[in-house]
C-alpha cells in the first residue's frame, strides 16, 4: 500500500500531524477509534469522506512509525 496516497503531513494543518489527505481526521483519531472498540464501518459512517483504504493506511502509517523504535522498560 502507498501510505502517501492517503496520508499527509503538512505543517498549516492540524500542527504537522499526519492526517488522512484532504481532511483534518488525524492518524491518532483513527487509531483511538479503533482502540475504543469502534468499528471501520462506524468510523466510515461517521466520516464518509474517507474510505477504507484511507482507514488501512492509518494503521499501515502507524506500523511503519513504530518499526524501528527501541523502548526501555523501568523495573522500578
Same mark, same amino acid.
Given at each position: 500500500?502507498? $501510505?502517501?496516497?492517503? &496520508?499527509? &503531513?503538512?505543517? =498549516? *494543518?492540524?500542527? =504537522?500531524?499526519?492526517v &488522512?489527505? =484532504? !481532511?483534518? $481526521?488525524? *492518524?491518532?483519531? &483513527? /487509531?483511538?477509534?479503533?482502540?475504543? =472498540?469502534? !468499528? #471501520?464501518?462506524?468510523? /466510515? #459512517? +461517521?466520516?464518509?469522506? $474517507?474510505? #477504507?483504504? +484511507?482507514?488501512?493506511a %492509518? @494503521?499501515?502509517? %502507524? %506500523?511503519?512509525? @513504530?518499526?524501528?523504535?527501541?523502548y526501555? @522498560?523501568?523495573?522500578?
Amino acid at each position: 500500500m502507498d $501510505i502517501l496516497e492517503h &496520508i499527509e &503531513i503538512n505543517s =498549516g *494543518v492540524m500542527m =504537522g500531524k499526519p492526517v &488522512i489527505k =484532504g !481532511t483534518r $481526521i488525524s *492518524v491518532e483519531l &483513527i /487509531l483511538e477509534k479503533l482502540s475504543e =472498540g469502534e !468499528t #471501520m464501518e462506524n468510523i /466510515l #459512517m +461517521a466520516y464518509p469522506h $474517507i474510505s #477504507m483504504k +484511507a482507514i488501512y493506511a %492509518a @494503521l499501515d502509517f %502507524a %506500523a511503519q512509525s @513504530l518499526k524501528n523504535t527501541v523502548y526501555h @522498560l523501568r523495573t522500578s
